[in-house]
């Protein structure tokens, strides 16, 4: 596409001023260098959550965290994230289709893949919302002891409550678990040796904040960087749908025929695989490895 | 510098045009690259899911080089065939890519090593 006729000319013709020495319009230029610093940007989290994570001995295993689905409950190792992927990858590939139809000045098809592209997209950020208020509740929290051990509690129905006397109402069925998040075998203590540690109950804690989380109660930066990585893509991805959304009504409005081509559908086709592209990223170094 | 993307020239990609029998061929490519895109997320879930990870083991970086390889086959193809970058000119892909070698390469050695050392020092001193 881009670039063909442009090949024979020399480098005089091409430098020579008067024309886009790139082969490309300005506003996709503008657009390609803006994904690169915006690329830098997230290499720049990425890069520091694995600086962060390297200073830690232990770190909590992505299949053990994230393994929830929604009305389904646990043992589903990271399926809601590949769905979330997949979601993703399918809205791209909706993108893809709609520049396509935008070459042959076929308005119908622009529309359709257009729209798919934006309901893709708030699929895709309905599942981060649950996904994340599914991490700030948390799955049964864990204790600390007056040894400073930690354990996890095995899932509740309701939380915890304070008695009057200010210590924790021990749970029906008592199962503490150990290393639950960790790498290796989780053990479960339960019967007259969790009731025990539970005596020795100073500290109750579950979900995740800025401060603490359950998932690595020594490391607060393992919830800062789930929201602030998964936060800027998810913000990115906002922001794409709104951008893809107003695209969509202005070739409805037939504000491209006048111009004779739908090159930003194009230039917004570029910003919508970017988060697909980042979010591969995010997958890989956030979940799985 | 004047709106180029409405002055007609021939060289510029606002003027990439091309027919209903290109049309297909092009719309069986984006197929063939998602199935591509569907299979290795399956793989990389496959795999996150059954084999647990065992940090500093043999297997387990294998793994992990395994997971960072068919991450970045991913992300050529969303850059190469959607975003169309394989087929611009080749000034652009250096202006594209050129900073990540420059730059994020490195930044990546420097950050693990020194995060290591850190570890190191909370550990030993």
Known sequence: MAGHSGEALSK?????????????SYGKLMMWLFLVSDALTFSGLLIGYGFIRHTYEAWP????VFQTLPFLGDGFPLIYVALMTFILIVSSVTMVLAVEAGHRMDKKGIIKWLALTVIGGLFFLLSQVWEWGHFIHGGGGYITTTTGQTYHLGHLEEDLHMSENGTYVMPEHLILIQNKYGEGE??????????????TVTDYYHGANMLRNEYA?????????FFFITGFHGFHVFSGVIINLLILLQVMKGAYDKRGHYEMVEKTGLYWHFVDLVWVFVFTFYYLV | MERDDLIVNDSYSVNAKHDEAHGKEMRKNILKVTIILSVITAVEVFIGATIPRESGS???NIVKYCFIILTLVKAAYIVLQFMHLGEERK???????????AFI?????????????????????
């Open chain 1, 12 to 24: 005089e013709q091409i430098w020579g001023g008067g024309r886009s020495p790139f082969g490309v």
């Open chain 1, 61 to 64: 295993v992505g299949e053990k």
């Open chain 1, 186 to 199: 989780s053990t479960q203590i339960e019967g007259a040796e969790a009731e025990k540690i539970w005596g």
């Open chain 1, 217 to 225: 109660p020594e490391a607060p930066q393992y919830a800062n960087f």
């Open chain 2, 58 to 60: 043999f297997h387990w």
């Open chain 2, 91 to 101: 000034n652009l892909k250096y202006v594209v890519l050129a900073p990540y070698g």
């Open chain 2, 105 to 125: 390469l490195y930044l990546i050695f420097i950050a693990i090593t020194e995060s290591n050392y850190v570890l190191d020092m909370f550990q030993n001193y």
